[in-house]
């Protein structure tokens, strides 16, 4: 069984900072992509940030230039760095990733997600 444990989430005043983090366990073959979404109330789930197993990422444009998605593969994890939070980016976020995974019936991959962490930005 794979499992995603998000950590980090919390209550901000607009222009600070919070670190997100990720941490993928079981018996996992190897991690592909991994992600960062949010949802806001009243709103659907959004891509935030992605990065590949190499590395390469990609942001929403709501956060370039503030966020920061990095990942290290030897622990199985994910972070993101926000930096200049505005109100707009209070929402729930949840981490996403692509794991191939090992059980008695061999090799399979599939979509896993976090229970969500939430961010709160306010004075």
């Known amino acids: 069984q794979v499992q995603l444990m998000e950590s980090g989430g919390g209550l901000v005043q607009p222009g600070g900072s919070l670190r997100l983090s990720c941490a993928a366990s079981g018996s996992i073959g190897s991690i592909n992509a991994m992600a960062w979404y949010r949802q806001a109330p009243g709103k659907e789930r959004d891509l935030v940030a992605a990065i590949t197993s190499g590395g390469s990422t990609n942001y929403a444009d709501s956060v370039k230039g503030r966020f920061t998605i990095s990942r290290d593969n030897a622990k199985n994890t994910v972070s993101l760095q926000m930096n200049s939070l505005k109100p707009e980016d209070t929402a729930i976020y949840y981490c996403?990733?692509?794991?191939?995974?090992?059980?008695?019936?061999?090799?399979?991959?599939?979509?896993?997600w976090g229970q969500g962490t939430q961010v709160t930005v306010s004075s």
């Open positions: 996403n990733a692509d794991i191939s995974f090992i059980n008695s019936l061999g090799l399979h991959r599939g979509d896993f």
